[in-house]
């Protein structure tokens, strides 16, 4: 009866207690969920900006294009060119008129307003956000024009250090405005806009200069170009990218492979190589891909059955280097498309690649990397910072991967590393090793003359004095 008792008394709630418990219900069932930026520019993630590296790597040094870094003091100087530019590009007032009707009418810049995150717009009202992209999209193209174009006796208002930071300025995510206002302008001016852009993209595309050609190849390269115009072409008039970065994002990561069913089961599969050099050590060596897509790192099987190659996009590392990357990468973070996390995926990669300088020596003496930046040791330490608390696409480079660590775990193939560790890499100890192999071929040799020697001539008449030796 007691037991009952206590049992009745525990379930026993207060009208206090039922009325919190109300409370909790009610904004449970009430509650809605955090609003979506169907922003597409974006800003960089929140994780990003709380760093000390956010001012260094993600906000403009020399221009602010697009709302987010309007209005910055220190940069000042360059607003103040950007009338100048315009003018030296627009060259006449219709001109300048026939632009700014087209991108203030009401509909194109509620559309552009909708690009950027609204509590960045709201500040401007329609003339001022028409202006700053009309001021802005001139300046792009001037710069791309003749700045870019080697025609610097027209911009002397520029110093040679800030022209360098434009260049890296008009690539941060915070710092874009829509391609649409960039294309739209172009045709305004009648500029051709594929080839006046393909070379400004590929130039930022990370490479090493362009991949060697074979001498059939000289042969197409003309049909070759023709069809690349014609692909890069369709990128940008069918599929308009939003802005710049995303443009060279594209570019970067281009013919990536659709997964397959083997890649998701291959993406789970632990990979145990650690870098470069302990690779190297069981017969993979690495070469620079054909293409340039990061997207692009393939497997091969060597002539000799102990050796294969790996084929990775060749990257130049320079002052500008770092910037770009991790742009690129929150650049990513923002998209919704887990996919196309192709740049965090490549730089992962490398990180795994790169323990040590001697690694960054391996890639670069393979033509992997051209190291502009310094020392090989700050090669590695630049990659091994990015890398840090990355999260790549789990089946990008799946494939390759596996077949790496098949290559790795094979039994042969960590013979031969025994034997390269103990006598390839020691001169004494591989001339000992050659003297032993020669001195046990000599060995059998002798032994097999002394039991299977052949019969000669004299055999008969040693065997007859043998036999009348007593005589």
């Known amino acids: 009866m007691s037991m009952q008792y206590h049992t009745l008394r525990s379930i026993e709630v207060t009208n206090d ?75 006449n007032k219709e001109t300048l008129r026939s632009l700014y009707k087209k991108f203030g009418e009401s509909q194109m810049v509620k559309e552009l307003r909708s690009f950027y995150e609204e509590d960045f717009t709201t500040k401007f009202c329609n003339k001022e956000f028409t202006k700053m992209l009309l001021m802005d999209s001139c300046f792009i193209l001037f710069y ?32 874009q405005i829509p391609f649409k206002v960039l294309k739209e302008a172009m045709k305004v001016l009648e500029i051709d806009c594929v080839s006046k852009m393909k070379p400004f993209i590929l ?10 050609r074979k001498w059939f190849d000289y042969v197409l390269r003309t049909r070759r170009d023709q069809c690349c115009r014609q692909e890069y072409e369709m990128e940008i008039i069918d599929n308009e990218p939003d802005h710049l970065l995303q443009l060279l994002h594209r570019t970067l990561t281009k013919n990536a492979k659709v997964p397959t069913k083997d890649s998701s089961t291959r993406s789970n599969y632990r990979c145990t190589f650690r870098n470069v050099n302990e690779l190297v050590d069981v017969g993979i060596h690495f070469k620079p891909s054909d293409t340039m897509s990061l997207a692009h790192v393939e497997f091969f099987i060597g002539k000799w059955w102990f050796s294969a190659n790996v084929e990775l996009p060749p990257i130049t590392v320079d002052d500008s280097t770092k910037p770009m990357l991790l742009n690129l990468i929150a650049y990513e973070m923002c998209s919704h498309d887990a996919h196309d996390a192709w740049v965090t995926s490549y730089i992962c990669l490398l990180d795994s690649l790169i323990d040590h300088p001697e690694d960054v020596k391996a890639l670069r003496k393979a033509g992997v990397l051209e ?101």
């Not at 360098?164 to 941060?172: I, K, M, R, S, T």
Request: charged share 25%; glycine share 6%; hydrophobic share 40%.
């Open 371 to 471: 190291n502009s930046l310094g020392s090989d040791k700050e090669v590695a330490k630049l990659f091994n910072e990015i890398g840090t608390d990355l999260v790549p696409n789990s089946l990008a480079y799946s494939d390759a991967k596996y077949k790496i660590q098949m290559h790795y775990e094979s039994w042969r193939n960590t013979l031969f590393s025994q034997l390269k560790h103990e006598y390839v890499k020691s001169p004494w100890a591989f001339f000992a090793l050659v003297g032993a192999l020669i001195a046990l071929l000599l060995s059998g040799v002798q032994a097999y003359f002394t039991v299977w020697s052949p019969k000669s001539e004299c055999d008969g008449l040693c065997t007859l004095l043998k036999n009348n030796h007593h005589l």
């Open 17 to 91: 207690e039922l009325e919190d418990e109300q409370w909790v219900i009610d904004s449970i069932i009430k509650a809605t969920p955090p609003s979506s930026s169907t922003a597409r520019i974006h800003r960089a993630p929140e994780m990003v900006r709380e760093t000390d590296d956010y001012k260094k790597y993600y906000v403009p040094k020399v221009v602010s294009i697009g709302p987010y870094h309007f209005g910055n003091e220190k940069l000042e100087m360059v607003e103040k060119l950007k009338p100048v530019f315009t003018m030296k590009l627009l060259s």
């Open 203 to 212: 130039d930022n595309i990370l490479a090493s200069g362009k991949p060697k």
């Open 144 to 175: 791309i024009l003749y700045i870019f174009g080697g025609k610097h006796e027209d911009c002397r208002e520029l110093k040679g250090h800030e022209i360098v930071f434009v260049h890296q300025d008009l690539f941060l995510l915070e710092n």
